[in-house]
């Protein structure tokens, strides 16, 4: 028996799944880069934050042309690929432990699998449809979120690859089953294929055996340079949409953390008890460098926050500093966050595991000042992200290590700090002149 084909496939399932695994394993690396948190807190509200965020999608309907579209296409992925299970099995074992190259159709009743390939081809259309119109809104259209200015070269090219090759899987899927129907009975199946069958009644078996094989491993080696290829792509929230949603912030979205030294001191300092010349106890620990300078200064949810981000750019939409013209995009926080993080990853498999010193950080070489201090902290962005993405979190570390590190806040701030230290309000009002205003009514 010919075994040459079972064992070329597995050769190709190995190479695809061995190179996905080694991004895998260097996307973890990356991510624990970062400084430890803990994320153990409100089990039950992260499970739940997973589900209707990741798994339901429900922050991508608020935007219903795109959010609906999204879930066609997303369902239409999950349940269509549930046929590479099919695909694995056969190219494994078919002639091997058994004939038929389709084992589901051996083993189910034929009206079964026909209304399951049925369906599959019904959601293949409809996700060849939905990304036809998401590649009109993007490249005839041109919604303004997609050209905004850090929409440079490679994530506008990026995106549009992600659509043709969307496009060319369900176009061989459906080559695929056209080509088959000749060979396979499957009643109620083959809905739309079979439309595509009398294009191809003409030929004699052999050819049509031909195009059928030749649409298969196509359409299997597609799917698995598709998987590998999306640790170069945005859409790598595929995967890390439900890690990112179970980690997201579960607290409320106007709260900030405290560094504990800080805050130790300030009681400290607050208590009328304490004799301040007195030398004090040892207190928490204060950390070797206030905020974040570099991606090594952030947490690891945050990494993961950047290797989540979609570039719907969403986010930048809603930021009102970006709507008034300011520098700040939060889609460019999380992408600048990104290619760093990944220039430090290079950086490290370049010398045996170890960072060397590459005289760049995040902080103005990627992510200016400007950009830091445009941020009115309102949350927006972190409303409207469609998987729970925080990048406020990454600019206000980043305006702590500028304030705490290099006393390098805008001079307004740093005079409305002057005035709480001395006059303990943010106004340059002696604090015996606040009442004055009352005397003029």
Known sequence: MNYIPNILFAIVLVL???????????????????QDVDTSDNTSQRWKNMAMIALGQSKMVKRPVAGFLHIIVYLGFIIINLEVLEIILDGLFSGVIYENHRLFASILPTSVYGFLIGS????????????????????????????????????????????????????????????????????????????????????????????????????????????????????????????????????????????????????????????????????????????????????????????????????????????????????????????????????IDANNGTFKEDGKQLLDNYITREELWACTTCNACVEACPVSIDPMSIIMEMRRYLVMEQSAAPMELNNMMANIENNGAPWPYNQMDRLNWKDEA
């Not at 695809?16 to 624990?32: D, E, H, M, S, T």
């Not at 549009?160 to 090759?165: D, E, F, K, S």
């Not at 700040?328 to 290079?346: A, F, H, N, Y």
């Open 16 to 34: 695809g799944i061995g190179y996905f695994a080694k991004n895998v394993k260097k996307l973890i690396r990356n991510i624990k880069l970062g």
């Open 120 to 347: 599959f081809e019904i959601l293949a259309v409809l996700v060849f449809v939905s990304v036809i119109i998401f590649w009109i809104r993007r490249n005839i259209i041109k919604v303004r979120r997609f050209w905004m200015a850090e929409m440079t070269s490679w994530p506008k090219s990026d995106a549009n690859y992600i659509l043709y090759i969307e496009m060319i899987l369900m176009g061989l899927f459906l080559l695929m089953n056209a080509t088959d129907l000749r060979f396979q009975a499957m009643e109620s199946g083959n809905i739309i294929s079979q439309f595509l069958a009398p294009f191809f009644s003409g030929l004699p078996d052999g050819t049509i055996h031909m195009i059928e094989r030749g649409a298969w491993w196509l359409h299997i080696i597609g799917i698995l340079g598709f998987l590998n290829y999306l640790y170069f792509s945005k859409h790598l929230h595929i995967l890390l949409a439900f890690p990112n949603t179970y980690y997201g912030k579960v607290k409320p979205k106007g709260g900030f953390d405290n560094l504990e030294s800080v805050t130790n001191e300030v009681k400290m300092m607050m208590d009328p008890t304490v004799d301040h010349f007195a030398a004090q106890p040892e207190s928490a620990e204060a950390p070797a460098k206030f905020g974040a300078s570099d991606v090594q200064d952030l947490s690891w949810v945050q990494l993961l926050n950047a290797y989540t981000c979609t570039e719907c750019g969403r986010c930048t939409s809603e930021c009102p500093a970006n709507q008034t013209g300011k520098k700040l995009s939060p889609r460019k926080i999380m992408m600048d966050t990104r290619d760093r993080l990944e220039e430090v990853g290079k950086n």
